[in-house]
C-alpha cells in the first residue's frame, strides 16, 4: 500500500505530525504488501491520533481495504478536514474532500474524479443552512448555480456551461423579490436589467 502522492493536501496532514511519527508511517505504510502489516499499521494509527502537543491540532489517518481517509480534527476532537480516496499506487484517486466547523457541521462538501472537481459541490453557513449549490465537471462549473442567504432564500441562480455564465443569471433580495436580471451566451452578456427595492426598472442595457 503507497499512500496517494497526488494528493496536494498530504504534506499539510503530515506536517502536524512529529519527525518520527512521520517516518515510523511512511516506512511501515511504503513496506507493507500484505496482510501481515495491519496490526503494526492499526497501533501506529492509534499513536498518531493519540498525538498531540503544543498546540498542533489532532491528525488521524483511518484505512479501510476499498478506500481510505485522511482525518484532520480540531483540539475538540471534531473533524476538520476528511479527504476520501481509492485505489493505490499511480492508480490513486481523489474522490470527495469535506470540511468542517469547529462545531462539527459541514461547511464545504466537494466531489472528484481523476483529481478534479466532478460531481455536486456544497457550501454552509454556521448554522448548518446551505450556503452554495453547484455543479462541476472536469473542474469548471458546469449545470445550475443557486446561492442563498443566512436565512435560507435564495440569493444568486444561475447556469454554467463549461465554466462559463450560460442563459438566465437572476440576483434576489432579502425578501425574495427580483433584483438584477442578466441575459448571456457562451459567456458573454447580451442583456441586463437591475431593480430596485419596490421592484421598478432602475437600469437597462
Known sequence: MVLVKRINSISYFMKNLSPLFTLMFLVILNSCQNTECQNEIKRLKEE????????KENTTIDFSSKRE???ER??????KLVVTYVGKGSQEQVI???TYYKTGKIKEEENYKQNELNGPYYEYYRNGQISVRAN???GLRHGDYTEYYYDGTIWETGRFINGDYDAEYNTYFADGNLKSKEIYKNGDRIEAVWY???GEVEFKN
Open 69 to 71: 481517509e485522511i482525518i
Open 74 to 79: 480540531y483540539e475538540n476532537g471534531n473533524k
Open 48 to 55: 498518531i491520533e493519540s498525538l498531540k502537543g503544543n498546540g
Open 96 to 98: 470527495k474532500k469535506s
Open 136 to 138: 462541476f465537471v472536469d
Open 196 to 198: 430596485n427595492a419596490n
